[in-house]
């Protein structure tokens, strides 16, 4: 039977970080020949000396050392599965190119030395991030508390102005850094703009949308009551904590907080029992539900996701879940028999044709 979670989406995560690896222990072999590494950098590069364009790319999968890389794997363990799964595999693989070629590019027109790394990249990533989910709040060794993406976000970018003006060490290379977090930032705000990033109501554009109505609201409030005859019945007062609640999971899934997640969505099935969220973050919620033992508002959630998004990609594994679910946990087994029935000509010859006949024969289907 099923076990683990439905649908992972950060292969293209893992595929960058072990290309990058590959790449610095390919280096590594040659690095008892100081005069071999230096061509490798000198030729792979972003070299300003002798550019090519090629090196706008490949100079993300260079390296100066452990360290370097570890820094820059862990940038983009964190903050590449939340945007991959916005993105999609193969935008997601583009952004994060793009954004090192961006910061390549700026490099090469404003410094004189060969840089290596995949920081410009994964700076991109991070402005990318403080678009996408202003909300979440990021853990780092210095604050005492998690801090705002957009705060981090602009700390750095500080930081690597002070840089790029002389302040601090050198060897770092700060315009590459500021190239990569801008173009993070404008490349994210233009697609959610334009529609090509999924919105889901905790966006940069979305919160700056509210901070406007509420300014506005508040200029409204001070002024001098009128009272209308006609004033329209008041609105529905769950209807901001239900924006509130899609905000705060929307957040947390961002920030891989998926039990958080869960509860919140839980909260919001009780304000509207037809609550959906975009499809895997919805799925990401509903499996977080299961795994808790919430095996009632798990069926709930992935019946409803069933309902919303009819042509998913997980739909067998879906019911095939959900006839578990409601033959083990919850004793419906007609219902069961109901999905298996359906189910079985589906996967039929497939992988999950096993273990939805062993069911079916549990249930007598």
């Given amino acids: 039977m099923i076990s683990s979670p439905i649908g992972s989406t950060v292969s293209a995560t893992r595929t960058l970080i072990v290309a990058t690896i590959a790449a610095y222990a390919l280096v590594m072999m040659r690095s008892s020949d100081p005069a ?101 709040r990021i853990g780092i060794l210095l604050a005492p508390r998690p801090v705002p993406a957009p705060v981090l976000a602009l700390v750095y970018l500080l930081i690597d102005i002070l840089g790029a003006g002389g302040v601090g060490g050198r060897g770092v290379a700060n315009l590459a850094h500021i190239g990569g977090l801008l173009c993070g930032v404008v490349a994210a705000s233009t697609m959610l703009w334009l529609g090509w990033i999924r919105r889901d109501g905790s966006d940069i ?71 959906t969220l975009p499809e895997q973050v919805h799925l990401d919620v509903a499996n977080q539900l299961w795994a808790a033992g919430d095996a009632r508002t798990a069926v709930a959630a992935w019946e409803l996701h069933r309902l919303r998004y009819p042509r998913s990609a997980r739909a067998n594994e879906i019911d095939l879940m959900l006839a578990l679910a409601y033959a083990r946990r919850l004793g419906a087994l007609d219902r069961a028999r109901e999905i298996l029935a359906a189910l079985r000509p589906r996967v039929a010859g497939g992988p999950l044709s096993e273990a939805t006949e062993q069911l079916a024969a549990e249930v007598g289907a």
């Fill in 205 to 275: 554009l979305f919160v700056t949308r509210q901070w406007f109505r509420r300014r506005r609201a508040r200029r409204v409030l001070s002024e001098p009551l009128r009272v209308s005859v006609n004033a329209p019945a008041p609105s529905d007062p769950n209807a901001t904590r239900i924006m509130e609640l899609r905000g705060e999971i929307s957040a947390l899934h961002g920030a891989r907080n998926l039990q958080d997640a869960a509860r919140s969505y839980a909260d919001l099935l009780a304000l509207d029992p037809r609550a």
């Fill in 36 to 136: 071999a590494s230096a061509a490798i950098v000198t030729r792979y590069g972003a070299n300003p000396n002798d550019f090519h364009w090629w090196q706008l790319v490949t100079s993300l999968f260079l390296h100066g050392g452990l360290a370097h890389l570890g820094f820059n794997m862990i940038g983009l363990a964190v903050f590449g599965p939340p945007l991959e799964e916005r993105l999609g595999r193969g935008r997601f693989i583009i952004f994060y190119l793009a954004c090192g070629a961006a910061a390549s590019a700026a490099h090469v027109a404003l410094s004189s030395a060969p840089a290596i790394g995949a920081s410009g990249a994964v700076y991109g990533l991070l402005g990318a991030f403080a678009v996408i989910y202003p909300r979440a």
